[in-house]
């Protein structure tokens, strides 16, 4: 096992007038779980394809534990890799694909046996050994490929959107056999998705990205409870948090001629045009007369213990769809009118200019 270090690491496509990562310095800890999330084009992928060895460094260096590998060859930076596609030999069966790597690396036949056997054991792969790919679904052939990475023994595995051919409920029970998996290993794991459910429910940390730059990097509580800036307020969270644009006045936010109350540690901050940010749950319903933002209900989302109201707001500086969070069982209806409020403590402050952050 290994940490993994990148220092000010650049990959500069040729052809191309900006970077795709222009200078990524993170530090993963060995035996984390890192993931690595951001919308498509950030340059997660590539990140990761840097740490294995797959894209050139242009600058800055990599390192796995106190080795440098910024110019090794990916065969031999002792990493695994698992792809999107599970990469599987159609012809091999299952045990073969398992032990293709060891048999390239010479490893004795009976060691070889005995190491399948075992990782077939950890995945539930043992009944299906003698099966080639084809007869397997999507979940099956995504844990072979984890298979395929744990024999080797690697001090780093790097995984590539791995879930992302799955269906939805396979989706949630394979990256629960992930977590659950690399927390049994104590494998240092970078791990790369635009999915961020997934981001929160498997990382031990998680880094946001955005256009090859690192936003913030904390546990997945710390990026929902206090999100360095406009980026990854918004990016973290399902569904996503509510944020409105209005004007700092005596230590309140006026948006319109609704007042929002903030958190006294913003207040010293604010100045002219800010952005306040509320998640769904921290909505409470009040009646009309005592005030609060009128939503008019456009689409209610059933969930069973809870709904998601989606509803238009004519005050300036809302958001087209305001998102509340509401009871599964007493809740409003399509075509009503309902008025919300807040505390302060729940309240998000943002510089609109900056992004950044003004609320502690």
């Not at 800055?60 to 599970?86: H, L, S, W």
Request: aromatic share 6%.
């Amino acid at each position: 096992m290994a940490s993994v270090t990148f220092e000010k690491a650049q990959r500069w496509y040729p052809g191309t007038d900006e970077p795709a990562v222009p200078g990524i310095s993170l530090e993963i800890k060995d035996g984390e779980f890192m993931v690595l999330v951001g919308p498509s084009g950030c340059g997660k992928s590539t990140t990761l394809r840097m740490l294995a060895g797959l894209e050139e460094v242009n600058d800055g260096r990599i390192y796995i534990g106190d080795r440098e590998v910024t110019n090794v060859p990916p065969k031999d930076r002792d990493i695994a890799m698992v792809f999107q596609n599970y990469a599987l030999y159609p012809h091999m069966s299952v045990e073969e694909n398992m032990a293709f790597s060891l048999k390239m690396a010479k490893v004795p036949a009976a060691e070889r046996k005995e190491r399948v056997a075992k990782a077939a054991e950890i995945l539930g792969l043992t009944e299906y050994l003698e099966r080639k790919p084809k007869a397997l679904s999507g979940g099956q052939r995504q844990r072979v490929a984890m298979g395929r990475a744990i024999v080797r023994a690697p001090q780093v595995f790097c995984m590539d959107e791995p879930l992302s051919n799955l269906d939805a409920k396979m989706r949630v029970q394979t990256r629960t056999d992930i977590a659950r998996l690399q927390q049994d290993l104590g494998v240092t794991t970078v791990y790369v998705t635009h999915d961020q459910v997934e981001a929160m429910t498997m990382g031990d940390r998680v880094a946001v990205m955005k256009l090859g730059v690192l936003q913030q990097v904390d546990t997945p509580l710390k990026l929902y409870d206090k999100p360095a800036n406009l980026f990854v307020a918004g990016f973290i969270g399902s569904p996503q948090m509510n944020l409105m644009e209005g004007t700092a006045v005596d230590g309140d936010v006026k948006l319109g001629k609704f007042t929002v109350p903030v958190d006294p540690t913003a207040e010293r901050k604010m100045s002219g045009k800010v952005t306040v940010g509320v998640r769904p749950e921290s909505w409470r319903m009040v009646t009309a007369e005592e005030g609060g933002l009128p939503v008019k209900v456009t689409v209610v989302e059933e969930l069973g213990a809870d709904s998601f109201v989606y509803g238009t707001c004519d005050v300036e500086g809302t958001p087209s769809n305001v998102i509340v969070r509401v009871s599964g069982r007493n809740h409003p209806q399509k075509g009503e009118t309902l008025h919300v409020t807040t505390d302060p403590q729940n309240v998000h402050v943002f510089d609109t200019e900056t992004g950044e952050r003004l609320s502690d």
